[in-house]
């Protein structure tokens, strides 16, 4: 919701942990280039990647380059640009719990401050698994690389940073001692936990959508609304990552994170401002208010579902048991749809449905607000026996956009009515290649603006959700995995589950 161009932060060193994983070549690395390509990454900006397998400075550069040439979302690569940008990147291999390789780490950014201009300012950012986050902090600190404060108290436009990619901790107790981790070396300011989501445009759209227009206010709420629902779809399966996803499922992965993120922002209240904290005060107030579900709850309101093998998209596919890294006999999820509720004057009684999963029946991200029915009495038995609610549809992605479905008169000397859809698509209303959500919050980073990134309380009440149902699944584990196939919207919810909202069911063959 702000001004790219309104930033112009000072140069830093960026120290990539985890530099030669995925995430840097698929995601980190393409957004610094296109950064750099829109003349938006500072001047002099300085890449250090910090990983324990050895590689040089040329090596890791050649990577990069490699990676940006296949990942980035502008093609061809201008040479000089990544020519430009590559002489500042260097790589420091060290292990993640010993001291050394911190010590280098520690003397070659002081050296560099002196000789490429950095100023002591410093992001790091941790792409690496939950449990080195803690041991990289405490050799960060015992290196002297977090204290900031002494070299920059004089200077005010100088910072240090820490970014923490997802998962942030494993479950409530892990992410609340890895915060009080935190709390005990950094201040809340410098602390950015990742959740890519918000940097995505149609996802900043949503407030846009909500604030700047004044015909949804009035209708936004309980009286006129029916159910709402965020989905989160994939046909993709494992990708190569079954290792990290059999010790983390659906919930952790994407429920946790990326769709109670969406929800909260679809139903929190007006905030007070654009600033960080502002918004993310009305964020905190919607988890505070979303029902818990625990205990027998959780068998009545929640499903959670692993594919078996199938075909998708014409293309045979493997059983979750069967991918690379997952255990045989794993019963972790790859698909969870729940119902809960709102308890705040907003939205009491209204279902909230919440959806995501692995090889579904189509990749769509988008949340739904459908209204409630007209009272029958103009069109009711006959005419309108086929209509359908009023519904808002934000498309997150793909096809980008947002659209309204109501009811028309079919033209005609008869009285037949039928829904139709009003459609604005992001792509031809705005041409201009959107950025990725990681150029975005990279520029966040270093421009210190924490309104797109999770605070503290914030996950915490994510996870607090999320506990209630893992704890529940851990005392009774599924009897009847694998019980969906590819490419289908799931297993299908017993009767019990939605059986007063039947049209929750799949979200885009329910057409106009
Ligand atoms: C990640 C999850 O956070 O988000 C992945 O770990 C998921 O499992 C991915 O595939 C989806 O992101 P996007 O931007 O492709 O929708």
């Given at each position: 919701m702000v001004e790219l161009a309104r930033y112009r932060p000072e140069r830093c060193i960026i120290v990539i942990f985890g530099a030669s994983g995925d995430l840097t070549q698929r995601k980190l690395a393409p957004a610094l280039y296109n950064l750099a390509r829109e003349d938006l990454l500072p001047e002099g900006t300085v890449l250090v990647?910090?990983?324990?397998?050895?590689?040089?400075?040329?090596?890791?550069?050649?990577?990069?380059?490699?990676?940006?040439?296949?990942?980035?979302?502008?093609?061809?690569?201008?040479?000089?640009?990544?020519?430009?940008?590559?002489?500042?990147?260097?790589?420091?291999?060290?292990?993640?719990?010993?001291?050394?390789?911190?010590?280098?780490?520690?003397?070659?950014?002081?050296?560099?401050?002196?000789?490429?201009?950095?100023?002591?300012?410093?992001?790091?950012?941790?792409?690496?698994?939950?449990?080195?986050?803690?041991?990289?902090?405490?050799?960060?600190?015992?290196?002297?690389?977090?204290?900031?404060?002494?070299?920059?108290?004089?200077?005010?436009?100088?910072?240090?940073?820490?970014?923490?990619?997802?998962?942030?901790?494993?479950?409530?107790?892990?992410?609340?001692?890895?915060?009080?981790?935190?709390?005990?070396?950094?201040?809340?300011?410098?602390?950015?936990?990742?959740?890519?989501?918000?940097?995505?445009?149609?996802?900043?759209?949503?407030?846009?959508?909500?604030?700047?227009?004044?015909?949804?206010?009035?209708?936004?709420?309980?009286?006129?609304?029916?159910?709402?629902?965020?989905?989160?779809?994939?046909t993709l399966g494992m990708e190569g990552r079954g290792g990290y996803f059999d010790s983390t499922g659906i919930l952790r992965d994407i429920l946790q994170n990326h769709v109670l993120q969406l929800l909260t922002l679809v139903t929190m209240e007006p905030p007070a401002s654009l600033e960080a904290d502002a918004v993310r005060d009305e964020k905190v107030k919607v988890l505070r208010c979303l029902r818990r579900l625990e205990g027998h709850e959780v068998r009545r309101s929640v499903a959670r579902g692993q594919y078996g093998r199938g075909t998708i998209n014409g293309q045979q596919v493997p059983a979750y048991r069967e991918e690379e890294g997952v255990d045989p006999h794993s019963d972790t999820e790859t698909f969870v749809g729940l119902r809960t509720y709102i308890d705040n004057w907003r939205w009491a009684g209204v279902p909230i449905y919440l959806c995501a999963g692995k090889r579904l029946a189509e990749g769509l991200v988008e949340v739904s607000v459908e209204f409630k029915e007209v009272p029958g009495i103009l069109f009711g038995a006959v005419h309108g026996r086929q209509l359908k609610p009023n519904r808002l549809t934000v498309r997150i992605q793909p096809n980008e956009g947002v659209s309204l479905r109501f009811a028309s008169k079919v033209p005609g000397l008869g009285l037949e009515l039928r829904n139709v859809e009003m459609d604005f698509p992001y792509g031809s209303a705005f041409p201009a290649a959107s950025p990725e959500a990681y150029e975005r919050l990279l520029l966040d980073v270093m421009g210190g603006n924490s309104a797109l990134f999770a605070r503290r309380d914030e996950v915490e009440l994510a996870w607090e959700f999320a506990s209630g149902i893992l704890e529940a699944w851990q005392k009774e584990p599924p009897p009847d995995f694998p019980n969906y196939a590819p490419g289908t919207w799931g297993p299908i919810p017993s009767e019990q589950f939605f059986a007063e909202h039947t049209s929750y069911a799949a979200p885009s063959p329910d057409s106009p």
């Open positions: 990647g910090y990983g324990r397998t050895p590689m040089t400075d040329e090596a890791f550069r050649n990577r990069l380059g490699e990676s940006i040439s296949r990942f980035s979302r502008t093609q061809p690569i201008e040479t000089d640009v990544w020519e430009t940008l590559a002489g500042r990147v260097f790589y420091q291999q060290g292990a993640y719990d010993e001291a050394e390789g911190y010590r280098h780490l520690h003397r070659r950014m002081e050296d560099m401050d002196g000789r490429l201009g950095t100023g002591g300012n410093r992001v790091f950012y941790l792409s690496v698994p939950p449990v080195v986050v803690v041991p990289i902090l405490h050799n960060l600190s015992a290196a002297g690389s977090l204290a900031r404060r002494r070299q920059c108290d004089e200077d005010s436009t100088c910072y240090l940073r820490v970014v923490f990619e997802k998962p942030f901790g494993h479950d409530l107790g892990s992410a609340r001692s890895l915060n009080a981790e935190i709390d005990r070396l950094l201040e809340e300011s410098q602390v950015f936990r990742m959740d890519h989501y918000l940097g995505k445009e149609t996802v900043q759209n949503i407030g846009v959508l909500r604030f700047a227009n004044s015909i949804f206010e009035h209708v936004w709420k309980s009286e006129s609304v029916r159910w709402v629902r965020v989905t989160v779809a994939e």
